[in-house]
């Protein structure tokens, strides 16, 4: 009860008119009709939603690319936001670039080699397929179920949720990832392309050489296919259980910017680039997160 009153309370006050010289890194997924075959409240966005996001984003920010809100010379009497897709979904092609373009938006996609090659990142497949699934995923991904030494991670964790999810569609009837020649003609247009691993594992979980793989052969295949050397990389999931130094270590041999999905403003002392990650939140949501972020840190 207190919460919701404190929430309520946040959520009008206009913090963010108040104080300037502030930046946010938003993160989306899918924008999608909620009758979309795909279409999950963990991590759609519904269209109309996307679009009173980016017009109460456009009054509140100047929206900039990643590398303008990372570098020098930003003033400090504005707020300055950057918004990112992470997992390539197709919908960011047919859906979300057609509104941003319209709006004069950058924006940069994170993408995993597994997505656009065969359309499959399990985790979204499986998780849109079943009501209660999260709960079943966050068992399966819980340190205690996972023998970290196995070499066979990925394919193991696979069969583990074909187990739980018995009797799923493993794919959908059309296809929800990006291709190869959908990112380019985005690239055409400006959009700029990040790395997100290979397979969208647990990369805390898994072996060194795995983990190796999961950075590296992704960053190989950016390179090969998108002819761009990625120096930005976003955690899959991105909170605190999802990385660790080692982690992090293997991830800065090739990229300069690394990161998380922890709802920060950003410092200039950080060394992770928080996101806000956003779904199916309202104005007052909205509101609320940027004025919790402005108020304090949170780590989740
Ligand atoms: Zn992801």
């Known amino acids: 009860m207190i919460k919701a009153i404190i929430k309520s309370f946040f959520s009008y006050l206009p913090l963010m008119a108040l104080s300037k010289g502030h930046r946010f890194v938003l993160c989306y997924h899918d924008i999608s009709e909620p009758s979309s075959e795909h279409h999950s409240p963990l991590y759609s966005t519904p ?6 996001h ?27 936001l950057s918004i990112t897709f992470d997992d390539g979904f197709k919908s960011v092609h047919d859906i979300a670039w057609p509104i941003l373009k319209a709006n004069k938006i950058p ?33 399966l991904l819980s340190p205690e179920s996972i023998n970290i030494e196995d070499t066979n991670y990925f394919l193991k964790l696979l069969d583990n949720f074909k187990e739980a999810f018995l009797g799923l569609p493993s794919a959908f009837k059309e296809r929800i990832y990006m291709n190869s020649s959908e990112i380019k003609s985005l690239q055409k247009e400006k959009v700029t392309i990040e790395n997100h691993s290979l397979n969208h594992c647990v990369l805390s ?52 910017h690394v990161y998380t999905t922890n709802p920060n403003k950003l410092d200039s002392s950080d060394q992770l680039i928080p996101r806000i990650v956003l779904t199916n939140e309202s104005l007052k949501d909205l509101q609320f997160y940027f004025n919790r972020a402005l108020l304090k840190r949170t780590h989740l």
């Open 205 to 256: 979980q898994i072996n060194q050489d795995s983990l190796q793989k999961e950075i590296d052969d992704n960053h190989q295949y950016i390179k090969h296919t998108f002819n761009i050397s990625s120096k930005h990389f976003a955690i899959p999931f991105g909170k605190k259980e999802h990385y660790n130094e080692t982690v992090l270590k293997s991830i800065y041999k090739e990229h300069k």
């Open 107 to 139: 924006t940069t996609i994170f993408v995993n080699k597994s997505a656009i090659e065969q359309d499959q990142l399990w985790v979204s497949n499986i998780v849109s397929n079943e009501k209660d699934s999260i709960k079943k995923i966050n068992a």
């Open 54 to 80: 980016i017009s109460f984003l456009k009054k509140h920010f100047e929206i900039i690319s990643l590398n303008e809100i990372l570098g020098p010379g930003l003033d400090y009497k504005k707020n300055y």
């Open 47 to 52: 269209i109309d939603t996307f679009k009173s």
